[in-house]
């Protein structure tokens, strides 16, 4: 096999330097590694302390190390789709066979994750997903609403049996990153749903996924109260939303490496704060958001009403396949009460999840996780629901 030299994009904004700067030093001592580009969304601290250590770990590791400011190429928000596009098209002009994506803020990454991921690539997959073990109560976009979204939309395509269809970790061979690189749906979106177009726009090409699994898994900066996700949930609804409509090729190759048994300090890690949480439900709604709730089915109406005093069991996932139907069809782009709706559903099934099925016990949840997609998958081909 001829010598293969890849390009590691790190898209990074504000983030701890130590952290930065330890990855950026172990993709750049990687021998399959030729180039390191970091893609920052500005000038700030932690570009400046990158910049200024760039140069010593180029000479060090004897491979090219840049950091560019992200250029505006999509529609949407500006984000962490800019950045990795600009990484992308950056990719497209160089000599590099093959692009790796990797988050700044893992302190759990090193060599291994390369080296998994280009092995996977030498048996000739187009597109390598890294993942992870995670606690029951990680993952919540993507467990909550992406894996859902894909199960009712395209469940006669591989997109519903993506473990992590989200992640930021993974590997693109030439062919696929040009093909990518040409999609107006992938540079368009330059927010948080670029890991969702990136992932639906790769099967809808009908190019072959390989998730290769990662047993130390990714340690990364915490969130605080849900809170801090709500730009990011209301950007990959909206990311997947609007792809409904379109019918992806049905038989894209996907293969799943078998995960190992979760390490214990994982699975029992609580993914956020629930009292932080459980302030931000509504206790009073404005006329127009009572007005978007009575769209909903009566006793999810009454149930968010009601939820602020504690009770959130109702909001199981029979309702939420329901409270999801009546998102795809009437949700608005760009509406606050409507973005607010969506928060506010989310968190009641977060946390009533949270509380009626993941004290249950990791592998319990994780199975009710899974058969719930099932579900989801099943009612949309069949008609039926799952008895
Ligand atoms: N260039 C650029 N521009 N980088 C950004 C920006 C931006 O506007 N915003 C964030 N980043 C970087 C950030 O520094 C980090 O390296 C990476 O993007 C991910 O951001 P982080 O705040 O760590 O996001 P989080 O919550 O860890 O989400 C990641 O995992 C999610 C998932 O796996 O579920 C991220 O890759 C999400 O896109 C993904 O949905
Ligand atoms: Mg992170």
């Keep these: 096999m001829t010598a293969v030299s890849s390009l590691v994009v790190i898209p990074f904004w504000s983030e701890d330097t130590d952290v930065v700067v330890r990855n950026v030093n172990h993709a750049a001592s990687h021998p399959r590694v030729g180039e390191v580009l970091c893609v920052g969304r500005e000038v700030e601290s932690t570009y400046a302390a990158i910049e200024e250590a760039a140069p010593g770990i180029a000479q060090s590791t004897d491979t090219a190390v840049k950091v560019i400011q992200q250029e505006r190429i999509g ?23 093959r692009l790796h994506f990797y988050d700044a803020d893992i302190t759990t ?3 291994s994750w390369i080296t998994k991921t280009e092995r996977a690539a030498d048996l000739g997959h187009d597109m390598v997903r890294c993942y992870f073990p995670r606690s029951s109560t990680d ?37 696929a990153a040009e093909a990518l690189s040409s999609d107006r749906r992938v540079l368009d979106q330059s927010d948080w749903g670029i890991d969702t177009a990136l992932t639906f726009t790769t099967v809808d090409l009908g190019l072959s996924i390989y998730e290769a699994y990662i047993p130390q898994g990714k340690v990364h900066k915490l969130y605080g109260a849900l809170t801090d996700i709500r730009t990011m949930l209301i950007e990959c609804f909206e990311a997947a939303k ?14 799943v490496e078998p995960p ?33 709730l009575s769209r909903f089915p009566t006793p999810i109406e009454s149930g968010m009403k ?22 795809l069809s009437d949700y608005q782009t760009g509406d606050r009460d409507w973005e ?18 993941a004290t249950q016990g990791y592998d ?11 579900g989801y998958v099943y009612e949309s081909k069949t008609g039926h629901t799952l008895d």
Aim: aromatic content about 10%; overall charge negative; proline content about 6%.
């Design 75 to 97: 529609t949407k928000r500006p984000g962490k789709g800019d950045g990795m596009n600009t990484g992308l098209l950056y990719f497209v002009g160089s000599d590099h066979h």
């Design 109 to 111: 990454f090193d060599g």
């Design 139 to 175: 993952g919540m976009i993507t467990w909550m609403i992406t894996r859902p979204l894909f199960a009712k939309l395209f469940w006669d395509t591989p997109l519903p049996r993506i473990d992590q269809p989200l992640g930021g970790e993974l590997l693109l061979s030439r062919s």
């Design 242 to 255: 609007g792809f409904a409509g379109t019918r992806p090729h049905p038989d894209s190759p996907h293969q």
């Design 260 to 292: 190992e048994r979760v390490p214990a300090e994982i699975a029992d890690k609580v993914g956020y704060d629930k009292a932080g949480t459980v302030a931000l439900l509504l206790d009073s709604w404005s006329d127009r958001q009572s007005d978007i």
């Design 306 to 327: 009601g939820a602020r005093n504690g009770d959130v069991s109702f909001m199981d996932e029979k309702r939420w396949g329901l409270a999801l139907d009546t998102l």
């Design 340 to 357: 607010e709706m969506l928060f506010q559903l989310w968190i009641i099934r977060v946390l009533a999840y949270s509380q009626d099925v």
């Design 364 to 374: 319990e949840a994780m199975r009710y996780l899974r058969e719930t997609i099932f």
